[in-house]
């Protein structure tokens, strides 16, 4: 395939790395300095887009895929506020999104462990439950987009929790949650690569189950291998389509 990067920092040139290796070509690359490049008609050259760029310029480079009807992967985090007014937007006109929070394996299978556990404590009203996520400190967002969907597997499966709320730490603004809301807590600390836990505490002991990245490569591979999975599909998807 012939792949435009829009976003070529830590994960696109991994990315790029990927795909060469599979045998596919980089027709177009943007970063800060060329993103007036990002026009219909460079993208015409491409099969497909992926963005791994920043929450700030995510939106217009969706639109100027939608624009060019060229299929865009975003692994962009931090504009899921959007996400309606995209899923609507993509379906109107025709086009072909697939977006993540997280492309590595490991992240999917915990999305579903999550879940699970949290549908069994329902039945164990004694364990507070509690999101925790790491990153590196250039991260832009907080909380982490695999922190907001571990979070809604939690909301969506367990009765006593109705929303979360985030705590980024060292910030000195604390957050004191209602019985009902699922605390989020952020930590920044230099090269982290994402690590995510799930904590159930009660008077006697506690349960955990936790993911830690190793590096970007599982993250990278998996969008490589999501705008295959893309070729020729329309509409709008997420990787839990490609899991299911
Ligand atoms: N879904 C997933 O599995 C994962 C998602 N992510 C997410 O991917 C995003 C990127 O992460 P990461 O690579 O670490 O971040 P980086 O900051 O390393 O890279 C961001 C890139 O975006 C470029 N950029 C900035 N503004 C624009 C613009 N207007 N148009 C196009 N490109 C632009 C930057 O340009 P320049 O190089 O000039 O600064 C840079 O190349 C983040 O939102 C992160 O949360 C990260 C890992 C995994
Ligand atoms: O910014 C990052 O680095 C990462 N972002 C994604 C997120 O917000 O969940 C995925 C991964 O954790 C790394």
Redesign the pocket.
Known sequence: MKIAL???????QIIEKFALERGHEIVLK????N?DE?TRQNLKAADVAID???????L??IYTCFDANVPIVV????WYGKLQEVKNECNNSNNTLLY?????IG?NLFFKLNQTLAKLMNSYPAYEVQVEEIHHT????AP???AITIAEGIVDNLDRKTEWLNEVVGTNVEMFPKADQLLIESHRIENI??THTVIYSSEVDEIEIKHTAHS?AG??L??VVAAEWLENKKGFFS?TDIFE
């Open positions: 829009l976003g070529y920092g830590k994960m696109g943007i970063f800060i300095d993103q990002l791994f760029s920043t929450p700030d310029s995510v217009n480079n692994g962009t985090t931090g993540g929070s997280n492309f590595s992240v250039q991260k832009l967002d982490s987009g695999t690569p994402g970007r993250f990278a998996g969008a990787i």
